[in-house]
């Protein structure tokens, strides 16, 4: 019985700390979209979060984003 309470517990407080992680981004993304942040798409499945000017486009930070994202997940 202890087993399964104890483990109970580790799961609801995981759950509520990535509650509060998925609140916080959440709240980070709504700034930076005000600020003139969206998503690029990368490849099929890969999208990325960077800021970009008037026009939609990536500026110069986030292309470095992009190309780092890139580098590191090893897309040409």
């Not at 993304?29 to 990325?48: H, L």
Request: charged fraction near 35%; aromatic fraction near 6%.
């Amino acid at each position: 019985m202890t087993y399964e309470n104890t483990n109970a517990f580790k799961n609801a407080t995981e759950l509520e700390h990535s509650n509060k992680a998925l609140e916080k981004v959440k709240l980070q993304e709504e700034k930076n979209r005000k600020k003139g942040w969206r998503y690029v798409q990368i490849d099929a499945r890969t999208v990325a979060h960077v800021p970009c000017d008037k026009h939609g486009n990536p500026t110069e930070e986030g292309l470095m984003k992009i190309a780092c994202l890139k580098k590191v997940m090893g897309i040409k």
